[in-house]
């Protein structure tokens, strides 16, 4: 693969991710700006995955009618209209308009993780496609990082709207570099759109590891949106550290998922998939017990918080990159089997968050018992997968 099209699919691979996490250092003061609770804030997230998830099951038809290249144009567009409706959710005061825009982002957005496991698949070799998923994870650990990082420097200078400006600009450049990427869809399937061929062919998937392989990657997806949402309080009420602050300190995560991809990467040569699953289970038990420990001991230490994630990430990247290839592995049908894996991945998020939403769970214990919960399904999901 080419080197300008894989730094292309790293950016789209993002694209949700990204509009997922940028504006959560906000998140504070939008609960204060719309008078509030800290729990009715986290349903612009909540509402965001769920946008999200269901945009999974969009875009891999989608791509089989239209094409790769012009579903990531249709995805683009949407993005970029939602964006606008967050901006002006500030300017109209309305919190319930910021909660439509979210979830019309999420549409959007959402094709850029189908449509990157789409068009790697069909890039690359069977063989290659592992060792290009985990170069793609890579994007998982820098660009929403940047992005938190961009986000806190932004709502720190100016108000909170102005992380939306950023997702407003992101939209437009997936939506300039999406038209430079090859088309790997010679053949367009008039009936894909079709609703009992739609139903037809996303039920044949499930005889195959993409439902396993989904569950796996979504316990991960868990842990990284837990940390979204839950975060943010803990760190700037309990802890005492500015949104700017926040977004300096949330790169030490991200540098956690940045190592590892490369070391999961590096190893895929000499681990198979499955010895490097169990690796990364292994190295994120090891960071929640940290986690745990150091929040019982120095609850109000930032590195407490930060420092131990970091390990949690680094065996994330193990989980992530061999549970997404080996699901993908044995279907000949990479988009639908891409799109049914990714809405599996999200759905467990969303319902997560869901359930979380309705409590205001900030107590910063909270997040390695949750952790330990999410790495426990995640073992499940691995036996089960084999």
């Not at 999961?264 to 986690?291: D, M, P, Q, W, Y």
Request: charged share 10%; aromatic share 14%; glycine share 8%.
């Amino acid at each position: 693969m080419k080197i300008r099209y894989l730094l292309i699919l790293m950016l789209l691979i993002s694209f949700g991710s990204i509009g997922a996490v940028a504006f959560t250092p906000a998140l504070p003061m939008i609960a204060q700006f719309f008078a509030i609770s800290s729990a009715t804030a986290e349903l612009t997230v909540t509402w965001y995955l769920l946008g999200y998830t269901i945009g999974q099951l969009l875009y891999g038809p989608l791509a089989n009618r239209y094409g790769s290249k012009n579903t990531i144009i249709i995805g683009a567009v949407i993005e970029i209209i939602g964006a606008i409706g967050c901006i002006a959710s500030y300017y109209t005061h309305s919190f319930e308009l910021l909660i439509v825009s979210r979830f019309i982002m999420a549409l959007g957005a959402g094709g850029g993780l189908t449509m990157s496991f789409t068009i790697s698949s069909k890039l690359c070799s069977p063989k290659e496609h592992a060792r290009i998923t985990s170069l793609l994870i890579i994007a998982f650990a820098i660009t929403p990082g940047i992005g938190v990082f961009i986000g806190g420097i932004l709502v720190s200078s100016y108000a909170w709207v102005s992380a939306f400006y950023f997702m407003l600009i992101y939209g437009i450049i997936i939506l300039l570099l999406g038209i430079t990427l090859p088309e790997v869809f010679t053949q367009k399937k008039l009936d894909a759109l079709n609703p009992r061929k739609l139903l037809y062919n996303y039920l044949n998937q499930f005889k195959r590891p993409v439902v396993f392989g989904g569950l796996l990657v979504g316990s991960g997806t868990c842990i990284t949106y837990t940390f979204a949402i839950l975060a943010p309080f803990i760190a700037m009420d309990t802890i005492g550290i500015s949104p700017k602050a926040y977004g300096i300190y949330n790169f030490i995560p991200v540098l956690g998922m940045l190592l590892g991809s490369l070391l999961a990467s590096h190893l895929s040569k000499r681990l198979t998939s499955k010895k490097s699953i169990k690796l990364g289970l292994f190295i994120s038990l090891v960071g929640v017990l940290l986690l745990f420990f150091c929040l019982m001991l120095f609850s109000h230490n930032v590195l407490s918080l930060f420092a131990p994630v970091m390990i949690i990430y680094i065996g994330l990247s193990f989980i992530f990159g061999n549970s997404s290839a080996l699901a993908l592995r044995e279907t000949d049908d990479k988009s639908n089997a891409s799109a049914l894996m990714s809405f599996i991945n999200m759905s467990s998020a969303v319902i997560t968050i869901m359930l979380l939403s309705f409590f205001s769970i900030h107590v910063a214990i909270m997040l390695p018992l949750l952790y330990l919960g999410y790495l426990l399904f995640g073992t499940v999901w691995y036996f089960m997968i084999f």
